[in-house]
Nanobody, 121 residues
């Protein structure tokens, strides 16, 4: 019913920047929170940053001051601007959205397929 398609991952040197995008499509009545998680090899998936429909944001301590989450509600798209990247930021980054597909239905959680971000030292 709902698809999340990510783009923008890749290989970058330490200190560099990348911008990830994630567009939601399908049957969408409203999107509540949208955000990004990441999973490094051998580690659990962790929150990177989220943004509510009203624009409030929350970030992991490890990325505060370096990463910025934003969204374009008209395009059902969320972005992750990553600056001053570090090798420890290397992971697969997943888009997440809490989507209500019908007016009176409960919102459900949806995930993108993931995009690889690799930061070389």
């Amino acid at each position: 019913q709902v698809q999340l398609v990510e783009s923008g991952g890749g290989l970058v040197q330490a200190g560099g920047s990348l911008r990830l995008s994630c567009a939601a499509s399908g049957i969408i009545f409203s999107i509540n929170a949208m955000g990004w998680y990441r999973q490094a090899p051998g580690k659990q998936r962790e929150l990177v940053g989220i943004i509510t429909s009203g624009g409030n944001t929350n970030y992991a301590d490890s990325v505060k001051g370096r990463f910025t989450v934003s969204r374009d509600n008209a395009k059902n798209t969320v972005y992750l601007q990553m600056n001053n990247l570090k090798p420890e930021d290397t992971a697969v980054y997943y888009c997440n959205a809490l989507v209500q597909t019908r007016r009176y239905l409960q919102a459900n959680n949806y995930w993108g397929q993931g995009t690889q971000v690799t930061v070389s030292s």
